[in-house]
């Protein structure tokens, strides 16, 4: 199974999780990590944790944004592990394909099929196209 972490300010991972549940149903294989209460090194700590317990999974990792804390982890966790892909932006449409398409899609062509669901679910609402 490809697990997704979802590394977030606040609580926006455990709520976007949440929510596609009640979009999807319930799944597991997804984990909602905040950096309430931690520091860049805690943060990364608990991520390479959580990876390093599930070693027969593969793993995507989401984070909210790049410019923010939970993106510098991020980007040091990719620096570190470079065979996890990290994927800044995470937004509802994002979770939802990967979840449809974790299962579906060869690995190395899985972040492409998010990312291109993210960009796409990004647009001016327009009522003569919709």
């Excluded at 926006?12 to 009640?22: D, N, R, S, V």
């Excluded at 796409?120 to 196209?129: A, C, R």
Aim: with cysteine; hydrophobic share 45%.
């Amino acid at each position: 199974m490809v697990v997704g972490i979802v590394v977030t300010h606040g609580n926006l991972g455990e709520e976007l999780i949440e929510t596609a549940k009640g979009v999807y149903g319930d799944f597991s294989g997804c984990i909602a990590v905040t950096n309430l209460g931690k520091s860049p090194k805690a943060l990364l700590d608990e991520i390479g944790a959580l990876i390093d317990a599930q070693k027969d999974s593969r793993h995507i990792v989401f984070v909210d944004f790049l410019g923010g804390s939970c993106g510098h982890v991020c980007m040091k966790l990719k620096v570190e592990r470079g065979d996890i892909p990290v994927i800044a932006g995470v937004n509802l449409p994002m979770l939802l394909a990967f979840l449809n398409k974790r299962d579906v899609v060869p690995f190395d062509g899985l972040p492409g099929e998010i990312i291109g669901r993210g960009h796409h679910s990004i647009q001016m609402f327009d009522p003569e196209n919709f």
